[in-house]
Structure formats: structure tokens, C-alpha cells
């Protein structure tokens, strides 16, 4: 079983949609949670943490639910320049290892 | 400006070649990554080290090394031994020992095998 599952996409949504994406994740001693964003052909840069009582950064809304052990991410008002791939990742203190789900592909159409 | 650099952006090596590729960071962090990417997959850990002179395989470390010697620097040598080394490769670093700290990725080398 993969420590972080994504759904994959693609998401095509219009724009001034709101899509919401999920991440779900196996090990219960996981500490630590983040979004990241991929360009395409780019590294990976960091979206936002994710807070056990969520947080919120402008159009973009953070949820996690540790007793069902996922992870959520709202974009608001989508725009053209959301279109990327988006990162779930989950770090296990033990060792320090950070693990990584597939993506989901967002394409926000005109 | 405080980062990571990785050098080259683009490696082309015919295959039986070993190649290494460079991971240099003045963020002044003890953790240090390797990752492979493939297209249409999630990152894959090679290798990470939390300390100088001390690092650990991750899950494909088969057919690469590392060394950390220096905290700055963290080179990945992709080995002949390695059955399909073209993809692209990213190196992080973060602060160890406390997993709310995120990591910071350079802008990757791509390799290419021939």
C-alpha cells in the first residue's frame, strides 16, 4: 500500500470554478502535512502547510482529518495561472523521510 | 539569495557511463535528498542524508551513490548498474529533526541515457 494516494486527474475546470482535491495517507504517526505545486518541467514548490485545525491563504483552504487520515485542498475562484500539478506530501518524523503522492493535474480553462 | 543549485539542468550520457550530478544549498540545512521523477509518477526517494559524513538509501537506491562530505554539498552518482537512470532528478534540504519544516527543491537535472 503507497504511504500518500492521490487522485490523479486531470481536473479541467473553468475559470471561477472552486475544485477541491484529496489526499489520503496510511501511517497514523505521520506529523507533518503539505501541499506543493509542479509546473510542468519545474521542481516542486511549496503550496502551504496543512494545520490540524486548517488554515486559509487567500483562495487557497487547507483541511486535514486525522481520524480518516487525509488531507484536503480548495482553490477558490480558480484562475488560468492555477494550472499545474499539485503535490500531496506527508512527512513521518521517524527518519525524517518526507513521502510524496503522484499529483493531481488542474488545467483551469478560459 | 539563499537556495539550491543543481548542475547540470540537462545530461546526456550513452549508456554504461557513470554520471554525477551536482547538489549545492547555502541554506545552511542538515538534511539533504535525492529524488527521480518519471513522467506521470510521484517523487521517488534515491538516497538522504541528515548529516555530513552519514547517509541513508531510500526506496530505489539501487545503482546510485552518494557521498556528504561537505553540509553544502550532496553529488548523486548515477552507476552503470543502474537499468534505466533517464528521468529527472531533484535534490532537496530541510531542517532535520522536526518534520514541520518543509523541503526546499533545486530546479533539477534532467537525464537523458542513450
Known amino acids: 500500500r503507497k504511504e500518500v494516494e492521490q487522485d490523479p486527474g486531470p481536473f479541467n475546470v473553468p475559470e471561477g470554478a472552486t475544485v477541491a482535491f484529496n489526499c489520503t495517507y496510511s501511517?497514523?504517526?505521520?506529523?507533518?502535512f503539505f501541499w506543493y505545486r509542479q509546473d510542468c518541467r519545474k521542481e516542486p514548490k511549496l503550496l502551504m502547510s496543512?494545520?490540524?485545525s486548517g488554515n486559509e491563504d487567500g483562495r487557497f483552504t487547507a483541511q486535514l482529518n486525522r481520524a480518516s487520515q487525509y488531507i484536503s485542498l480548495l482553490i477558490r475562484d480558480s484562475k488560468l495561472s492555477d494550472s499545474a500539478t499539485y503535490l500531496c506530501?506527508?512527512?513521518?518524523?521517524?527518519?525524517?523521510?518526507?513521502?510524496f503522492g503522484t499529483g493531481t493535474s488542474l488545467t483551469v480553462i478560459p | 539569495d539563499g537556495g539550491i543549485t543543481q548542475s547540470p539542468k540537462y545530461l546526456f550520457r550513452k549508456e554504461g557511463q557513470n554520471v554525477t550530478l551536482s547538489c549545492e544549498q547555502n541554506?545552511?540545512?542538515?538534511?539533504m535528498y535525492w529524488y527521480r521523477q518519471d513522467p506521470g509518477q510521484g517523487l521517488r526517494l534515491i538516497y538522504y542524508?541528515?548529516?555530513?559524513?552519514?547517509?541513508q538509501k531510500g526506496d530505489i537506491a539501487e545503482g546510485y551513490s552518494v557521498s556528504r562530505e561537505k553540509k553544502e554539498s550532496f553529488p548523486l552518482t548515477v552507476t552503470s548498474a543502474q537499468k534505466n537512470p533517464t528521468a529527472f532528478y531533484l535534490c532537496?534540504?530541510?531542517?532535520?529533526?522536526?518534520?514541520?519544516?518543509?523541503?526546499?527543491f533545486g530546479p533539477g537535472t534532467r537525464l537523458t541515457v542513450t
Open positions: 501511517n497514523s504517526a505521520s506529523q507533518s
Open positions: 532537496a534540504s530541510s531542517i532535520p529533526g522536526s518534520g514541520s519544516y518543509e523541503q526546499y
Open positions: 542524508s541528515q548529516i555530513v559524513n552519514d547517509f
Open positions: 496543512v494545520y490540524s
Open positions: 541554506l545552511n540545512h542538515d538534511a
Open positions: 506530501v506527508v512527512n513521518i518524523d521517524t527518519g525524517n523521510q518526507f513521502y
